[in-house]
């Protein structure tokens, strides 16, 4: 996320010379993930307990869902203070030592991956989901499932660390790289999963005189459309979260900083960190299972509290 020049400044983050002309920015972004590290950790906290306690989504999507709610938290336990920090550094016009540079491009870049391949995890887990029909089981089974989890967080693990001893180059195009592949791979997911939907409704309307098969199918076919049409707008949040940092790096890659480009460098890392507070509304607001369970969890404490209080 962040290049890393220990030896020398970041030509994109703010110096003690942009100190008048930032300081607003500043202030604005240190009350905004004040406000969102609490609905981060909060909103990931109700979400992971909603999945755990949804009986009726399948094992292997609540443990992708898990880990990327996981992620989300964890941003918020450690993404958003490092920030901060930062922030508070600056304003008080002092400089974050080479190892705060570290600490912030290494959580950035393990906590950013892991949420990305979690995302093309489970738009891929939908398609299977989708396309394999009653073979799904049988082939995405939970134990694979935990397999690719710890894969993600391994590999995003190594390339973070890889901050340490690798030089910024390799690991701009190792992101670059995956970045790519991950965006092609998901855009084909899609389009292949518009295609089944798009024929499976034309097998249902076939199904003329069979009202009963007719009507399994359409409402186990449509259980498991829902659920993907979920995913994909988190992964439609996800993009929007981070094109505008990416804009900003390739715009001072190409033309050199400037305050405003440094303003909208400041506020698109703040966007970014928003997305793991979006990703739980997400949830609750497209997977009717997780905001049922959702739901009940919040009666019961409501319940709870009354009782409490009598």
């Known amino acids: 996320m962040i290049e890393l020049y220990c030896d020398g400044p970041f030509r994109f983050l703010p110096s003690n010379a942009d100190y008048e002309d930032l300081r607003e920015t500043f202030i604005a972004n240190c009350i905004l993930n004040g406000f969102l590290t609490c609905t981060a950790i909060m909103l990931n906290i109700v979400t992971i307990c909603a999945i755990r306690k949804t009986?009726?989504?399948p094992k292997t999507l609540k443990t992708l869902l898990t880990s990327l709610a996981i992620s989300d938290l964890s941003i918020g336990l450690l993404g958003h203070p490092t920030y901060i920090s930062f922030l508070g550094s600056w304003f008080e016009r002092s400089d974050p030592s080479c190892n705060a540079y570290r600490w912030l491009s290494m959580s950035g870049y393990l906590f950013s991956l892991a949420s990305f391949l979690g995302v093309?995890?489970?738009?891929?887990?939908?398609?299977?989901?989708?396309?394999?029909?009653?073979?799904?089981?049988?082939?995405?089974?939970?134990?694979?499932?935990?397999?690719?989890v710890i894969l993600i967080w391994v590999l995003s693990a190594f390339v973070s660390l890889m901050i340490l001893w690798a030089s910024l180059n390799t690991i701009s195009l190792i992101i670059l790289v995956?970045?790519?592949?991950?965006?092609?791979?998901?855009?084909?997911?899609?389009?292949?999963?518009?295609?089944?939907?798009?024929?499976?409704?034309n097998q249902i309307q076939s199904?003329?005189?069979?009202?009963?098969?007719?009507?399994?199918?359409r409402t186990k076919f449509t259980c498991v459309l829902k659920s993907t049409v979920g995913v994909f707008y988190v992964y439609l949040v996800f993009l929007a979260s981070y094109l505008p940092?990416?804009?900003?790096?390739?715009?001072?890659?190409i033309n050199g900083s400037n305050i405003a480009l440094k303003k909208a460098a400041l506020?698109?890392?703040?966007?970014?960190?928003?997305?793991?507070?979006l990703n739980p509304v997400i949830y609750c607001w497209k997977m009717r299972h997780i905001r049922h369970a959702i739901v009940d969890?919040?009666?019961?404490?409501?319940?709870?509290?009354?009782?409490a209080s009598h």
């Open 55 to 57: 009986l009726t989504l």
């Open 120 to 148: 093309l995890a489970v738009s891929l887990d939908r398609f299977l989901a989708l396309h394999l029909h009653l073979r799904y089981q049988e082939l995405v089974t939970h134990k694979r499932v935990v397999t690719v």
């Open 178 to 201: 995956t970045g790519i592949c991950g965006f092609i791979a998901t855009i084909v997911v899609y389009i292949r999963i518009y295609l089944i939907v798009r024929r499976h409704k």
């Open 207 to 217: 199904l003329q005189g069979f009202e009963i098969s007719q009507s399994f199918e």
């Open 245 to 253: 940092y990416t804009v900003c790096l390739i715009l001072m890659g």
């Open 267 to 277: 506020f698109s890392m703040t966007l970014i960190f928003l997305n793991s507070s």
């Open 297 to 307: 969890m919040l009666r019961n404490m409501s319940w709870a509290r009354i009782r």
